[in-house]
């Protein structure tokens, strides 16, 4: 009888269920208005849980490492002092709210995260006010913070990711300010509190930016609040980020780390920005060739072979320009194959189409994440917020996953023959040169 039972149970359990279609949720209701001073807000009322999320998106473009390293600077400290409170004052205030406040900065804008609760929308836009219109940059908290980037900027520099990272950058964009990720050590190193007080009297303004609120509050009264906040806002017009330049390719560029026992491989090249109508055939395509852990380059150099722990392939999304990357870090010894390995999924992609079973289930992940991430308030938020810095509005959440829906395997060739094919792209390895530029040298042209 036991035997029995447990032949009946396996049997049962053998029997995997059929992933069922995901359902699309109700589009949001989103109320777009622009204050006088150019501000642009955007509320979506989500009464589910007693929070309100915010995010404050302002242009933040400029050209040149000096740039960069005085944003990254005036990011860190913007929270640090302001005509009523110094950097504690500031942060007590936030946690008496039941809040955060956060600060990100990129080469396209300065982003301010927040959150609190509902009823306090009103304190926490009017110490965001504070900030934007008063910060003091204290000359301690200044030099504080900027000798702490420049320690971490010096550790981060040495890591080979980040050396992969930044040599791809450079390849990709030229002398484009997308050309870096992280400034020098040295250039943040020269920056002073005048020069951060400086940039925030340039850049912060309300002018083409975007604030983002998503929660438990009604649109008339969240309007009331950022406008009674942030009307009396003023600054100088927005910056716009220039256009990036065409790609040219190349020679396998080899960064020689003398002695490493592991090569960081890098690939990469244009992608379509979401509102390009051959943009969902290109996520699907990269998410076939490397987007998740069910994609062709995970299941060769990962599950068959073993060269390497997490290869993937991604599509990042840039002001003015979007780009396609590949990534992959494997032993040395392993480079040349590995590089063949890659080589051969992107060819692959190039000159046949995909099986209907690899479509569907690519296009199930795709609808899922973007389902899933605009999920929560504080997901929405965030999603919104950078549509809107795109130029797409909140009608992308309905039209992406039908536009998804609407490729076929044939579109998913096309778009991988003129995006992923590997003459289409720039390569780049951080490693020993001395090990695998022979190996390396048999498919391709190297320099080092």
Known sequence: MSGSALSSTTTRAAVIPAVRPTVPAELPAVTDHTLDNGLRVL?????????????????????????????????ETLFTGSHRFDRVGLATEVQRLGGSLSTGVDADRLAIVGSALAVNLEPLLGIMAEVLLSATYPDDEVTGERDRIVEDTAIACSQPAVIAREALLGRLFGDHPYATGIAEPETVGQVGPE???ALHA???????????????????????????????????????????????????????????????????????????AGYPAQRLASTIFGGYFSSRLVNNIREDK????????????????????????????????ALLEIFYELGRMAVLPPSEEELDAARQYA????????????????????????????????????????????????VSADLLAPAKLITVLVGDAARISATVGALGIVAT
């Not at 396609?324 to 870090?329: G, S, W």
């Open 195 to 197: 020069d951060v007080r």
């Open 306 to 337: 073993g060269y390497t722990y997490s290869p993937r392939s991604s599509i990042d999304h840039y002001q003015a320009g979007s780009r396609f990357t590949v990534a992959a870090d494997v032993a040395t010894e392993v480079t040349g194959p």
């Open 43 to 75: 509320v979506v009322e989500r009464a589910s849980v007693p929070l309100v999320e915010v995010r404050l998106r302002i242009p933040f473009a400029g050209v040149g490492a000096v740039h960069q390293a005085r944003a990254e600077v005036l990011a």
């Open 367 to 414: 609808v899922g994440t973007l389902a899933l991430g605009s999920a929560t308030a504080a997901g929405l938020a965030s999603t919104l917020s950078a549509l809107a810095g795109a130029g797409i509005g909140v009608e992308y959440l309905r039209d992406h996953p039908r536009a998804l829906a609407e490729v076929g395997v044939g579109d998913i060739q096309a």
């Open 202 to 276: 340039e850049l912060i303004s309300p002018a083409g930016a975007i604030l983002t609120l998503v929660g438990d509050v009604p649109a008339p009264r969240a309007l009331a609040a950022v406008s009674a906040a942030l009307g009396g806002w003023t600054g100088g017009p927005a910056r716009t980020v220039p256009p990036v330049p065409a790609l040219t390719t190349g020679p396998i560029v080899i960064v020689d780390r003398p002695g490493a026992v592991q090569t960081n491989i890098r690939l990469g090249g244009p992608a379509l920005g979401r509102s390009a």
